[in-house]
């Protein structure tokens, strides 16, 4: 995705035809025409807020805060934070692997809501990103190819390198109402 993504067009059609091509370098320089045309020719940005996703991630917060001891906050507050200071010094801390959960979780729930999307919404500027990418970029039998693997490719790997990064406490996220 990242090779392609920055490919010229060129690059991309003379591989199917040429066996001296090699598809997993750049045969000519790269370009950024592709990212140029997914955020200035189409409503991507918008396409990432779907409405989904917000209450349940709410409710999945809600229950994980619910599992922490008030005590903490109680004893923070006896040591000398205000409210406000031992939600931020002590609670926040506890709560990034709630926290994690549900960003992943929503960024998971975003990219799949495909088939919701695709058949309740109708105006292009409502749709999600997994409908108004093809919708946008795939036009009868003409596919923009650079721009429809820069929407997937800024579309997973922020997701990858969260999940990546923050796997440990993704699980823990999800089993801390198990341990009790």
């Known amino acids: 995705m990242l090779i392609t993504t920055f490919k010229q067009n060129a690059d991309l059609y003379l591989g199917a035809s040429n066996t001296a091509h090699n598809p997993f370098i750049f045969n000519r320089p790269p370009t950024i025409e592709h990212l140029q045309i997914l955020f200035d020719n189409t409503l991507y940005l918008t396409w990432l807020y779907p409405t989904f996703t917000v209450p349940f991630c709410t409710w999945l917060l809600m229950g994980f805060l619910k599992t922490l001891p008030k005590e903490i906050?109680?004893?923070?507050?006896?040591?000398?934070c205000s409210r406000v200071g031992a939600i931020t010094r002590v609670v926040l801390p506890l709560a990034v692997p709630g926290l994690l959960?549900?960003?992943?979780f929503a960024l998971t729930l975003t990219i799949q809501e495909f088939v919701y999307s695709l058949t309740f919404?109708?105006?292009v500027g409502r749709m999600t990103v997994s409908v108004g990418v093809p919708v946008a970029l795939i036009r009868g039998d003409v596919y923009y190819w650079g721009s429809l693997v820069?929407?997937?490719l800024i579309t997973s790997v922020p997701l990858a390198i969260l999940y990546n990064f923050f796997l440990d406490r993704f699980i823990a996220g999800f089993?801390?109402?198990a341990i009790k």
Not at 73 to 80: I, K, L, P, W
Not at 101 to 104: A, G, K
């Open 150 to 152: 820069a929407a997937c």
């Open 101 to 104: 959960t549900v960003v992943i």
């Open 175 to 177: 089993t801390v109402g």
């Open 73 to 80: 906050e109680e004893s923070a507050m006896v040591d000398g």
């Open 121 to 123: 919404i109708s105006s």
